[in-house]
């Protein structure tokens, strides 16, 4: 029953956040252990890049909070030198807190603007 309440308030965000060539949306994906972020072009139907905590495993010895804030990082790095700075956040159905919340500080630490 979770799943499909987030999957229903996953689409209900969909309906108003959608990226475009000008500001792609940036997308969260949190499971029990991992935390992913996608910059995705709409228009397009095309994921321009990704990040996710699955690959790295100096990752893996870090707190969940710590993880999420790094990728966060990351997403934001690999966006600048793709030369996106403005993006539309896509909590995909989560609450905006914890990892999410983190994920989204350190981004925007680190030059995106939303």
């Given at each position: 029953?979770?799943?499909?309440?987030?999957?229903?308030?996953?689409?209900?965000?969909?309906?108003k956040?959608?990226?475009?060539s000008?500001?792609?949306?940036?997308c969260?994906?949190r499971s029990?252990?991992h935390?992913s972020a996608?910059?995705?072009d709409?228009s397009q139907?095309?994921v321009?890049c990704?990040?996710s905590?699955?690959?790295?495993?100096?990752?893996?010895?870090?707190?969940?909070?710590e993880?999420?804030?790094?990728?966060?990082?990351?997403?934001?790095?690999?966006?600048m030198?793709?030369?996106?700075?403005?993006?539309?956040f896509?909590?995909?159905?989560?609450?905006f807190?914890?990892?999410?919340?983190?994920?989204?500080?350190s981004a925007?630490?680190?030059?995106?603007?939303?």
């Amino acid at each position: 029953m979770k799943l499909i309440g987030r999957k229903r308030r996953h689409v209900r965000i969909h309906k108003k956040v959608r990226g475009t060539s000008e500001r792609p949306r940036l997308c969260v994906f949190r499971s029990n252990r991992h935390i992913s972020a996608q910059i995705i072009d709409d228009s397009q139907r095309k994921v321009i890049c990704g990040v996710s905590s699955v690959a790295d495993k100096a990752l893996a010895k870090k707190k969940k909070n710590e993880v999420a804030v790094e990728v966060g990082r990351r997403i934001a790095k690999v966006a600048m030198d793709k030369g996106i700075k403005k993006v539309a956040f896509d909590r995909a159905g989560y609450r905006f807190h914890g990892r999410v919340k983190a994920l989204a500080d350190s981004a925007r630490e680190a030059g995106l603007k939303f």
